[in-house]
Every structure is written in C-alpha cells, then in structure tokens.
C-alpha cells in the first residue's frame, strides 16, 4: 500500500547511545498538516526464553527505570547492530543467566511501539541447555529465579509479567506446544 503521509521537513532532536529522535512536519493522510515524532532504536530488541527438559525456565529481575517498577522478564537486551540477532540471543542469554543452549528456534518478530517507534524484537525459545557463570553488564543489577513454564505461564495471565518480550514469548511458546513445535 502506498504511504498517505508526507514529509515537508524533518528535524533531527536528540541522540544518546540507544535511541534518536526525530520529528517530521507532515501532511496527514487527510491532507491535514501536523507534527510527527519518532523514535529510532539503535539496537534490536532481543527476547529469549530458555527451556530445559523439563520445562523448567530461568526469569530476570531488575528495575526497570523507565516506569519505576522491579519486573520480572524473560532474558533480553540489545542486538547491536552488525551482529546477527541469533548471536546476540546467545550474548544476552549467557550474560543475564549464565546459561548456552544448543538449540535455538525463532519464535517472532515485532515491532513493539510502531505508532512511535522503529523498534523491532526478534524472540527465540533456547533449548539443551549447559549452565556457566553469568556475565552481567556492569549497568546490571540482576537476580535469576528458575520457575517452571507453567508457573512463568500463569505470571503472564495473571498480569504479574507486563514486560511485552516476556509476555509475547511465552504466549506464543505456549501456542508452539500445545501443536507439538516445540
């Protein structure tokens, strides 16, 4: 489909190692003129869930700046760019956990905000696990509590996992098993 908007001029904002922000005056759909800003991510959204045999999985607790909260997630970070998103699920994966897995599926992809942002996540279910020593970024306060899918399941449900990596991952694991893909 081709794009209703046009851009009349657009204005570079602000940058920080993460993100960048930009806003277009435009024409709308309409014809109408208005302001619009976007966020552009420097990084991948990276979401992975580790499983082992027995379906038991491993969480990440942190605080969350942004709104304020301790939450509880599946392990996910960054992609930076010019790394292959499957090697930077290994990257975040061992630093948060200290786990590797042997075999990696790609569940999703998404973009998380798209009415204001460029974001795009890619999640991966890891499976055949080995565990090591985590290596947690140094910005990185974490804790790591094993808990078995079904528990991790229920948390989603529930509400009490509002992260939209976490909640998208398992849901669709969820899906995945239930048609015997997983």
Known sequence: MENPWKTLKSEFIFESPWISITKHDVLNPNGNPGTYSVVHFKNLAIGVLPLDKDNNTWIVGQYRYPINQYTWEIPEGGG????????SAKKELLEETGIKAAKWTETQRMHLSNSATDELAILYV????SFHKAEPEDTEQLAVKKVSFDKLYEMVISGEIT???????VLKAKI???EGKL
């Open 80 to 87: 930076k760019e010019g790394m292959e998103p499957l090697e």
């Open 126 to 129: 890891a499976q055949d696990l």
């Open 176 to 178: 995945l098993m239930s």
């Open 163 to 169: 992260d939209s990596l976490s909640v998208a991952t």
